[in-house]
């Protein structure tokens, strides 16, 4: 996993060629798209029983110091200073001026230690970006790490064989277990709004690892495509695509991962990259936001369509469209002005110079069934 290289590849790679994976590049990575099975059988497998994502593609760091958590939160709006030992939090990385870096998962591995786990497209400048911010504290970059994701309504069964103190982990928690003599960190955690763990493994029992989950007969490896169509329908952004440097977390719909303590009069009010900004919109309302769309029709509309309102003219864009397996119907994300983003309301998304009929809708658009205990 060189980042030398101009495209790299996973611990993984010889097990997805030969499970009849399509590899295509993506950020940097040769990944799997898809395996024999394909995207639409793949997304319903997931739902149904227990799909396993390589994602150690992802950046995994270590943040270790004296007073991390405090140090960190100048760089992220989240009070981190209150998650317990083995609890983990969303968050974004964000800029001067409001807008969103990257975002990640934090995890609060001891009272000075912190494990990040970053976008791949992202991880070298979020590493140098805590580097220059955070001189003084050891960064770490877990480089040859795997980290795999069996998710599902089912991957509760074969953890509960393999790593019972982990099955009682609940949403957004982890901890330290050993699977077949294997040293692990799992958290309950996921990018798919189903069900699941996220396994961190060194690269010496990453393939041992797989082998023991692809085991069960339930278990099967699921590729990028349907990561992305399992996402979508929870309503989850992928970085670079729903949000990037140029929205912010407000007009991203995702004002929930800003601590109540780091808003105006919390207790630790502010003190991150962009707060004053953020604050501003907050307190003034933004110009756009981030809806979901359910399309007409059975054809999708694809990220970079153009939005357009009843009288045709054009309000926005779509960020992340395709077709929704759980639902049977083509389902969408993009930006439109915030008197249009009531759920409900009627616009059209142009496909090839043709208005396809699109309607706001809540999101998730498919309950997403995180275990909360």
């Not at 975002?103 to 609060?108: E, G, K, Q």
Request: glycine residues 12%.
């Amino acid at each position: 996993m060189s980042i030398d290289s101009e495209v790299n590849k996973t611990i993984f790679y010889d097990y997805h060629i030969a499970a009849g994976g399509k590899m295509v590049p993506f950020a940097g990575y040769l990944m799997p798209v898809q395996y024999r099975a394909g995207i639409m059988q793949e997304h319903l497998h997931t739902r149904e029983k227990a799909g396993l994502f390589d994602v150690s593609h992802m950046g995994q760091v270590v943040v270790t110091g004296a007073g991390a958590a405090r140090a960190l939160e100048k760089l992220v709006p989240v009070d981190l200073e209150a998650l317990a030992i083995n609890q983990q939090t969303y968050a974004t990385f964000t800029a001067e001026d409001g807008g969103v870096l990257d975002d990640l998962i934090i995890t609060r591995w001891a009272e000075d230690s912190f494990f990040l786990v970053v976008n791949a497209g992202c991880k070298h400048a979020d590493i140098a970006h805590i580097r220059q911010h955070l001189p003084d504290f050891d960064v770490t970059y877990l480089g040859d790490r795997g980290l795999l994701a069996l998710q599902g309504v089912r991957a509760k069964e074969v953890m509960a064989e393999l790593a019972p103190e982990a099955n009682k982990l609940v949403f957004m928690n982890g901890c330290r277990a050993t699977i077949d003599g294997m040293d692990c960190y799992i958290t309950r955690s996921g990018y798919t709004g189903e069900d699941g763990f996220e396994i961190s493994v060194a690269p010496s029992d990453a393939l041992a690892l797989a082998d023991k989950l692809l085991s069960y007969d339930i278990v099967e490896w699921i590729g990028l495509g349907a990561r992305d169509s399992l996402r979508l329908e929870a309503g989850l952004c992928l970085y670079g695509h729903d949000m990037d440097v140029t929205t912010s977390p407000v007009e991203a719909g995702i004002l929930w991962s800003i601590s109540k303590s780091r808003r105006v009069g919390g207790a630790k009010e502010g003190g991150f990259l962009g707060a004053e900004a953020i604050f501003a919109q907050i307190a003034n309302g933004v110009a756009k936001k981030r809806v979901g769309f359910l399309v007409d029709g059975r054809a999708p509309v694809r990220e970079g369509a153009e939005i357009v309102d009843t009288s045709g003219a054009v309000v926005g864009a779509i960020t992340s469209g395709g077709f929704g397996p759980t639902l049977q119907a083509p389902i969408a994300m993009g930006y439109v002005p915030t008197e249009l983003a009531a759920v409900g309301t009627q616009l059209n998304a142009l496909v090839r110079g043709v208005a396809r009929p699109i309607t706001v809708a809540k999101m998730p658009l498919v309950e997403q069934r995180y275990y909360r205990g």
